[in-house]
């Protein structure tokens, strides 16, 4: 049955949404106002039927006609202990808070479980909040998306899917960045450039693996030394292991955030070698790590601030009904210090 046939063509009603799900009326409304005596069975499919039909419940849709709540979700899809141990949501945050300083919006932080999504989701729908910010999705997690048709949504990151490529999202260009740190290395000599990537669920994880690929391409050297971590400074550190333990000479190493290059160092260290004279290291984010190694680490510069500053400008002209870009790109620059 099509959503013509459903809905007949109107605006689609909490009714249509319930058929579609094969439900009663009264479940559905219960999972659009965050019930949780419902199955995540029956909220799954309730949600599919919401994002198939395009549904707005109505107490969004009294929301945005002028009821507001004067809320904005800032959500974070990552575990608690990552979020207050990464100096990047820290300057996210701030800006976000600099941002709605000066407006009547008043900001909550949501750190999603990645086991409960759907509460979050419910949350969201749930009419308490008048639109959301997104940082650090991996891939699943522009399902958030999904909930575009209802509920204002900016994310701070590009989608990795293309079918995603209707959300609005703020961004550095992570591939310029990625290219410009590795030509860096380049440019100094270094020939046997290793990587240690993020997430490949991940745009950050992706892009700068793109971007230093390019330029050891260009340059025409080999691009297979390669490691993955999750962005800690443990997982750089094991990365950093694995990379020696293949024996194949390392002169240069790209870390795709500050937090795995310092891990890195101290994987060089334990192995007797130098930084830079053996291995000239650089990393990504321009954080307090990056300050803190020693050497002094050379790094691109992302202005974490000013990305959680535009989200929420963004947004708040989205709820203020302007017309915004769908997509804004904040420029990088690489900062030079004794780590090359």
Known sequence: MTTEQITGGAVPTLEAVAARAGVSRATVSRVVNGSPKVTAEVVAAVERAIADLNYVPN?????????????????VPESTAKVFADPFFASIVQGVALSL???????NMVISSETTPDKTRRYLMGGNVDGALVVSHHSGDHSYAQLGASLPLVFGGRPV?????????????????????????IDRGRRNIALITGPQDMPAGLDRYTGWKRAMDAAGLDATRVAYGDFSPASGSEAMRRLLAEGRPIDGLFAAN????????????????????DIAVVGYDDDSFGLMSTPPLT????????????????LVRRLAGENVDR???????LVVRQST
Do not use: F, K
């Open 258 to 277: 500050d937090q795995m290059a310092a891990g890195a160092y101290s994987a060089i260290h334990e192995a007797g070698l130098s930084i830079p004279g």
């Open 299 to 314: 790094t691109v510069h992302q202005p974490s601030i000013g990305l959680g500053e535009t989200m929420a400008r963004v």
């Open 161 to 185: 899917s293309e079918t995603e490529h209707l959300s609005y999202y703020v961004d550095v260009d992570n591939v310029a960045g990625a290219q410009v740190a590795t030509q860096h290395l």
């Open 101 to 107: 300083a000066d407006t009547e919006y008043t900001l």
């Open 59 to 75: 107490r969004a849709a009294r929301s945005l006609a002028s009821r507001r709540t004067q809320v904005v979700a800032l959500v």
């Open 327 to 333: 997509v804004t790109l904040l420029p990088t620059e």
